[in-house]
């Protein structure tokens, strides 16, 4: 009996104990075994075993730049880089994160004094393992696994949210809310699912008086946050007032007029950044009562997208080197001992002890926004690329901006 009769008789078996794996599947697992030919397989055992296990996922044995399963889920801990690609048109992902969407921030402008920057959405198609551009969502948020993403329409606030399946490409729910939305996070298990609402678009935009660029609108018109759960929809809507010190010179309470709540990684306080003073953050219980700063909480920095890492043992820091801030830190969550790590600015952690970065290139003429991602680890110099170094400024048109979930 042959590699192919084997895996045939081994979907008989399944398919009589449980539901079809899905049409055409036999197709794509012989397909997957023409492409393995000059690979030598373990054994036909090895072989059988995986097909019977298909319900879960199927691992690809070659050497492959992508992973396409039926269950539509990347293959944990393989690295996929595409490190000629700026923005990445295939699969980026290290350990247990992928790069599940990205987005290229544009600036409108209203009148000759005010304009609002708009994102333009691609996401990851699993099937394919492209990046697929999706213009009709303004706010983008995808939930641990990688299966569902929370949407908003183009105009912010928004009076709904859906709950995008990102096997399909449909919306198969949609939550309506008093309460306009801007912002969405996921917890980390992707139970629940923070909404921040505001009275205006955040994201307008003016141009000062005798100034060349564009800044953030203030004050801010952040109202509070909803907390839902994402199985059944049902959440509540908690007011938070800006509050703050009436002396500040920026004006009492002062924050971006995009600050947007997420819940840490226990997902028993809310939080976020609070640009003054010397804390930086401030924390909520889920019911929106101002709490202290949580002792496991303390050294996180808002403005560091990765922040804790999946033990919660470190916390992402800010950069540690000096010309172009080329080096960050990771800090020890409950004594702060800093260790310094390659990595301009850290993104997300790919395992308790790699990170995915935004680093700059080596020669002469790089600058500090001439960036790439790369995979860091800590006590290591070495540095994986994942994609093609962005181009222009910190503020040019054109540059993409990742969106990270865990696989």
């Keep these: ?8 008789d081994a979907l008989r078996e399944q398919a009589a104990e449980q539901a079809p794996a899905g049409p055409g599947f036999a197709d794509w697992v012989l397909a997957v075994r023409r492409r393995r030919r000059n690979r030598r397989l373990a054994s036909i055992a090895a072989a059988t075993a995986a097909v019977v296990a298909v319900a879960v996922a199927v691992p690809l044995l070659d050497s492959g730049k992508h992973d396409v399963r039926p269950s539509g889920v990347v293959e944990q801990q393989k ?4 490190p000629d690609q700026s923005p990445p048109r295939d699969l980026i992902a290290a350990g247990n994160t992928a790069l599940a969407a990205y987005y290229i921030p544009t600036t409108v402008k209203r009148s000759a004094t005010e304009a609002v920057s708009q994102r333009v959405y691609w996401l990851l198609d699993q099937k394919t393992g492209k990046y697929v551009k999706a213009p009709q969502w303004s706010i983008v948020a995808v939930a641990p696994g990688m299966k569902t993403a929370a949407v908003l329409e183009k105009t912010l606030p928004a009076s709904r949210i859906g709950l995008l399946d990102l096997t399909t490409g449909k919306v198969e729910r949609w939550i309506q809310v008093d309460h306009k939305v801007a912002g969405l996070q996921f917890s980390r298990d992707g139970r629940k699912l923070v909404a921040t609402t505001y009275g205006e678009n955040p994201d307008q935009m003016v141009k000062p008086k005798g100034s060349n660029g564009w800044s953030g609108k203030d004050p801010s018109s952040r109202t509070g946050f909803y907390v839902f759960d994402v199985a059944s929809g049902n959440g509540s809507w908690s007011e938070v007032k800006i509050g703050g010190d009436p002396n500040n010179p920026m004006g009492p309470g002062f924050i971006n007029s995009r600050q947007d709540f997420a819940l840490t990684r226990d997902g028993r306080y809310i939080w976020a950044g609070n640009p ?4 930086g953050k401030q924390f909520w219980d889920l019911k ?8 496991n909480q303390k050294y996180l920095v808002w403005y560091v997208d990765a922040w804790d890492s999946p033990s919660g043992k470190l916390v992402a820091g800010d950069f540690a ?3 172009w801030h080329t080096s960050s830190y990771v800090v020890d969550a409950t004594t702060g001992g800093k260790t310094e790590i390659h990595g301009q600015q850290l993104l997300a952690w790919a395992d308790d002890k790699s990170l995915i970065a935004w680093d700059i290139g080596k020669g002469a003429k790089e600058s500090e926004y001439h960036q790439r991602l790369v995979l860091v680890t800590i006590g290591s110099d070495k540095e994986v690329p994942l994609s093609g170094f962005r181009k222009g400024t910190d503020s040019s048109a054109g540059r993409w901006e990742p969106v990270f979930a865990e696989r």
């Design 1 to 8: 009996m042959n590699v192919e009769e084997l895996l045939r």
């Design 288 to 295: 929106g009562t101002a709490m202290p700063v949580p002792e």
């Design 79 to 82: 690295i996929s880089a595409a």
């Design 321 to 323: 080197g000096q010309k």
């Design 276 to 279: 003054e003073g010397d804390i």
